[in-house]
């Protein structure tokens, strides 16, 4: 079955440091890969996926993911932190038919301060 | 265009308790989820309707949940009756037929509480 391992439930960085966020999933294939945030009162929004070709992918508001799979990993990075980027980080696999549910891993909170 | 949106964003009820949770997914689309994050715990697939027919309902957790989908529209989830273990946030997301959850759009969820 498919997992997603976000090993941080909680990050803290300061405004302007740069930020690292992992995510390892398990899965027999490579998956679609996605990452997803949730800033305080909305909905779930998706900042960047993964399907095929370049490994490193880039996103809104200035986000980067890089698709490494030799270590089943999907890390989301960005180089300088703004206050508005405190929320919650998921991080989803769906299997290459894009027909079954995603899978997410348990979140990571980022808090940012000055 | 209006995205997902899912009504009350909060409802806080006593255990045994019926709750209607109501999701409108983005105009046309034809694929429409429902999640549900516990806290502290992943978010996880509860089930998948196409247009008024649940494609995939084997992330409900038990008979005491109810989804529905009148003409294709609008959803809703039912919990009747309540227990405590249901409290956390339902998530809904909608589709586009022919792109499934690789394009999904989310409302911004139900917090419910069960006291």
């Known amino acids: 079955a498919q997992s997603v391992t976000q090993p941080d439930i909680h990050i803290t960085v300061s405004e302007g440091a740069s930020l690292e966020l992992r995510c390892n999933y398990s899965?027999?294939?490579?998956?679609?890969l996605f990452w997803y945030v949730q800033s305080p009162g909305q909905g779930l929004q998706l900042l960047l996926k993964?399907?095929?070709?370049?490994?490193l992918v880039q996103g809104i508001k200035g986000f980067e993911a890089e698709f490494k799979r030799s270590q089943s990993s999907f890390n989301l990075r960005k180089p300088s932190v703004h206050w508005s980027d405190a929320a919650e980080y998921f991080c989803?696999?769906?299997?290459?038919?894009?027909?079954?549910?995603?899978?997410f891993g348990k979140g990571t909170r980022l808090s940012v301060i000055a | 265009e209006a995205g997902v949106t899912q009504f009350p964003s909060h409802s806080v009820i006593e255990k045994g308790q019926t709750v209607t949770l109501r999701c409108d997914p983005i105009?046309?689309?034809?694929?429409l989820y429902w999640y549900r994050r516990v806290m502290g715990k992943e978010i996880k697939f509860l089930l998948h309707?196409?247009?008024?027919?649940?494609?995939?309902e084997s992330g409900m957790p038990n008979n005491r949940f109810l989804a529905e989908r009148t003409g294709g529209t609008y959803s809703t989830l039912k919990v009747q009756p309540a227990e405590l273990e249901d409290s956390g946030v339902y998530f809904c997301?909608?589709?586009?037929?022919?792109?499934?959850?690789?394009?999904?759009?989310f409302g911004q969820g139900t917090r419910l509480t069960v006291v």
């Open positions: 997301a909608s589709s586009l037929l022919g792109q499934p959850n690789t394009e999904a759009f």
């Open positions: 899965y027999g294939a490579t998956p679609y």
């Open positions: 993964y399907f095929s070709g370049d490994t």
């Open positions: 989803a696999v769906v299997d290459f038919s894009g027909n079954t549910p995603l899978v």
């Open positions: 105009s046309g689309h034809d694929n």
């Open positions: 309707f196409v247009k008024e027919s649940k494609q995939d």
